[in-house]
């Protein structure tokens, strides 16, 4: 019974053992399973955290790069949550606006930086970027020391997502580029207020008009508080007002005298040099005036050749108000005014002088008459003594029997007459000062003609003159050199016999134009004869009568020129 007892002990704790091994490879199986599980999570889980470390190193990496950008930026950048309240400024925004990030961060963008004057605005496009919106514009922001500044603001919205989580703006100054445009609009309008005053003044002519036209134009062209202009004596000792526009109208005397030197005014006069003072306070030659508001003063002196004529004197109620581009412009006009006010001067001494003519001007009119009379006699007798000289030479050739001496006596005869023929229309005209050029040239070539083609082939004279009219002093080398030309035309142009190449007579033609235009007279004379050798320079001709157009086209100051393609065209040109 014992062993049996035993016997079946020994067979349950075998059972129970097996079973507990196998329960035990069981478990181990399951263990390994799990084991073998949780070795793969943990792989993953080693992986998941290698590969966020990595994208967090490459977020701080990305993110340090971006502060830098942002730091880095040549334009102040301002960050805003979407109240517009700052987030965050850059380096740029501090140095531009003057705020520390410190300083900045929590208050509202507008109230920071934005003028009150302008808040309104500055509003408006934050409200803009609140609502999602992009801004662009131009305008001006305040410092933290209270100064403007020119600037271009570009915003945006911060989206993340389908959220709106913040703003940005970009701030750029502009403040150069703006006074370089106002400064170009501002020289074109000073060019333009110097056309116009110098228009407005240039219509005056009476002295004291002109010059109250000027303070008054200046005055109210620029605004000036005050503008004075003086001008200096006869002495050149003193300067004395002559008028005056703005605030000091009640406040200085309208007898104001000023000495040379004395003050801004005289230094001005003294030295030829413009004065300015952004600072009158400051200034060792302002003189004061009782009840002035004067911060500013331009003194331009008004020069006239190498003397000083006057002051230009301009007052401003600001300090600094002139600068290099007001001082140039108001030199500018100065010289203008120079000229105005000495055709002013002129116009009154003509003005003088016309009264003081007119005084003696009944006086004239009957001693002229006399002299009239007088003159008629004289142009008379002189064409008569010419005549006489004429017929004394034609009589005295008959008696010469050398063809080349009777050629000269006939060439004097007829220089002798073609000056007769001038007094004759002197004596026969209504106006003894001028003669009639068209009737004059008539009368000269008939006579020419008459004397160089009696029996030979005709020649067309075409004659192209306007009603011209010349003084005795013109008149007489014109007619001296009209003779010469013409008769050459009429003696060497058309020979009977070959000469040059050419002998059609029968086609031969002078052709003469005299013409007028703006006091620049032109006299051609043409013909379409023979010509002249290639080689002739008629400047160097030995003939007298071509020597005698070289003097007189030099006595009237005026050119001439030949030229040689189908017969002979000689051009002179002068003034008169």
Known sequence: ??????????????????????????????????????????KRLQQEITERKRSEKALQREKAHLDQLFES?????????????????????????????????????????????????????????????????????????GSLIHVSVIGAPIIIGNEQVANYAIYRDITKRKKAEEDVNRRAAQAAFIYRVGQRVSSKLELKALLSEIVTAIQESFNYYGVMLLLVDEKGKYLSMQSIAGGYVSVFPEDLSVTMGEGMIGQAAATFKTQVSGDVYKDPHYVRMADEKTRSELAVPIKSGEKVIGVLDIHSDEFNAFDETDMTAIETLSTQIASAIENARLYEQAQREITERKRTEAQLNESLKEKEVLLKEIHHRVKNNMQIISSLLRLQSWHVKNKKMREMFEVSQNRIKSMAIIHEKLYQSQDLARIDFYDYIKSLTSSLFSTYRAGLEPITFKLDVKKVYFDINTAMPIGLIINELVTNSLKYAFPKQKAWGKTDNSKGEIFLSLHSDEGRVSLIVRDNGVGLPKDFDFRKAESMGLQLVNDLVDQLDGAIELQKECGTSFKITFNV
């Open 1 to 42: 019974a014992i062993a049996t007892v035993i016997l079946l002990i020994s067979m349950v704790y075998g059972i129970r053992t097996h079973a507990i091994k196998e329960q035990s490879k069981r478990l181990e199986k399951r263990v390994e399973k799990r084991t073998s599980e949780l070795n793969k999570v943990n």
């Open 73 to 145: 930026a040549q334009e102040a950048i301002v960050l805003t949550d979407k109240n517009g309240r700052v987030l965050r400024v850059n380096s740029e925004f501090t140095r531009l606006f003057g705020y520390t990030p410190e300083e900045a961060l929590g208050q509202l963008i507008d109230d920071l930086v934005s003028p009150e004057e302008l808040k309104k605005e500055a509003v408006s496009y934050t409200k803009n970027l609140t609502n999602g919106k992009y801004i662009a514009f131009e305008s001006v922001r305040r410092r933290k020391d």
